[in-house]
């Protein structure tokens, strides 16, 4: 009989480090990779090479390539996964760059803003199970996108894009992947706040509020030079770029249809608490460039979509900040 061993999606592993790389190619220790965390069952981290062949030059006698050869190696991942409190911290802590601590022990508020350098971006490993066979390192990865979606029920939910150098461990094994937290603390939708207003005064829009989705791009860029070999000689941030999506329910008022036609000054803040844990994402000088009106579940509502363009950097200040509360005492360390 032929038979072989089927390897199931869901018991697959995926490990973190609340660590950063300190150099390009670092293989981080077992003791760096503490967090087992979900991911749905379709995320696959990716190694892609990329061939270079004669097909398209004269001089073979005939039309089909007789040579290729491999020139790069790239890698990737699409991690789309529930947040949790330790999550949103270790997403926006990646994609914006920079952490201020403030707490002498839990609960530690983080202040994430976007780190403005011309050096390499922060990178980390994610260590991967894919099957009982194939389990890697992915080393140099940088998150260059991230979407935060915030629904009336259930967690909110993270999209996250991964960009790396190529680098791989293959078979550089966890002794033990680490257990999954028991009951770990979701951040949950029906928990968020939305706030909307003039600037310095937002108030809460609860419950005309539908949904949001808040997107933060890095644009990741792989640097290869000669000398680089397979591999990108290092990752850096491109020109960013953020967004925010509401959808909010049309009421007796011309509240939204007026902000835009006086053009005001605004803020936007969501906080969301979900028992001891918090998330905050506010935006203090926003101008709509218009409100869509349109059906929502058979009633008005406005789509008010804003990105860098529209989400403005107030003097000596942030386009947005990112506070996030939790039990976690430091992201971004580089061991």
């Known amino acids: 009989m032929t038979t072989y061993l089927s390897q199931r999606s869901l018991l697959r592993a995926l490990v973190l480090s609340l660590g950063v790389q300190a150099t390009i190619g670092e293989s981080m220790t077992d003791?760096?990779?503490?967090?087992t965390a979900l991911?749905?069952?379709?995320?696959f981290a990716q190694i892609e090479p990329e061939f270079e062949s004669d097909y398209q030059y004269a001089g073979k006698g005939h039309s089909f390539a007789t040579d290729a050869r491999m020139t790069s190696l790239k890698s990737s991942m699409e991690l789309s996964?529930?947040?949790?409190?330790?999550?949103?911290?270790?997403?926006?802590?990646l994609i914006m760059g920079q952490d201020t601590v403030t707490g002498a022990e839990a609960p530690y508020s983080h202040a994430m803003s976007f780190l403005e350098s011309a050096g390499p971006a922060q990178i980390t490993n994610l260590y991967i199970e894919d099957t009982a066979g194939l389990k890697r390192r992915f080393l140099d990865m940088a998150l260059t996108n991230l979407v935060l979606t915030g629904p009336g029920k259930g967690?909110?939910?993270?999209?996250?894009s991964f960009l790396g150098s190529g680098r791989y461990a293959d078979g550089a094994i966890v002794a033990g992947v680490p257990a999954r937290i028991v009951h770990p603390q979701f951040l949950y939708g029906s928990d968020a706040v939305v706030s909307i207003g003039p600037q310095g005064a937002p108030i809460s829009m609860f419950p005309r509020v539908m949904s949001w989705e808040a997107t933060f791009d890095r644009a990741i860029e792989e640097v290869r030079v000669p000398g680089g070999g397979e591999?990108?000689?290092?990752?850096?941030y491109g020109n960013?770029?953020?967004?925010?999506?509401?959808?909010?329910?049309?009421?007796?008022?011309?509240?939204?249809?007026?902000?835009?036609m006086a053009q005001t000054a605004l803020e936007m803040k969501i906080v969301v608490t979900s028992g001891a844990a918090s998330l905050t994402l506010d935006y203090p000088y926003v101008i709509l460039p218009k409100s869509d009106l349109g059906e929502q579940s058979k009633y008005v509502a406005y789509t008010i979509d804003l990105d860098q363009n529209s989400i403005l950097q107030p003097?000596?200040?942030?386009?947005?900040?990112?506070?996030?509360v939790n039990t976690t005492a430091a992201y971004l360390v580089s061991e």
């Open 39 to 43: 991911m749905e069952t379709s995320n």
């Open 81 to 93: 996964t529930r947040v949790d409190q330790f999550l949103a911290g270790w997403l926006l802590s």
């Open 31 to 35: 003791a760096q990779l503490t967090y």
């Open 231 to 236: 591999y990108a000689a290092f990752l850096r």
């Open 155 to 160: 967690s909110i939910m993270a999209k996250a």
């Open 315 to 324: 003097a000596g200040g942030q386009p947005v900040t990112a506070t996030v």
């Open 240 to 260: 960013p770029t953020i967004k925010l999506k509401i959808v909010v329910a049309a009421d007796d008022s011309t509240d939204i249809r007026d902000w835009m």
